[in-house]
């Protein structure tokens, strides 16, 4: 699956549908937490359109693979 490109908030969107939630904002990057056995923390930068690497990462944080993304846009 092709990375689709997707801005800081489509993916706050699709962390909050994965159980993560806002725990708090440093300027324009948007922290995230899901507690779930293990604590996960994701940081989102709030960009019009975030980098395919950045995106990457922010995937690996939150434990979710390409597949996940795919589903959760669907």
Same mark, same amino acid.
């Given at each position: 699956? !092709?990375?689709?490109?997707?801005?800081?908030?489509?993916?706050?969107? &699709?962390?909050?549908?994965?159980?993560?939630? @806002? /725990?708090? $904002?440093?300027?324009?990057?948007?922290?995230?937490?899901?507690?779930?056995? !293990?604590?996960?923390?994701?940081?989102?930068?709030?960009?019009?359109? &975030?980098?395919?690497?950045?995106?990457?990462? @922010? /995937?690996? $944080?939150?434990?979710?693979?390409?597949?996940?993304?795919?589903?959760?846009?669907?």
């Amino acid at each position: 699956m !092709k990375l689709p490109l997707l801005s800081g908030k489509e993916v706050v969107k &699709i962390l909050q549908k994965r159980g993560f939630k @806002i /725990l708090d $904002q440093k300027g324009s990057h948007v922290i995230m937490r899901k507690i779930n056995g !293990k604590k996960l923390t994701a940081v989102v930068p709030q960009h019009p359109e &975030i980098a395919k690497g950045t995106l990457l990462s @922010i /995937l690996k $944080q939150a434990e979710m693979t390409r597949d996940d993304l795919e589903e959760a846009l669907s």
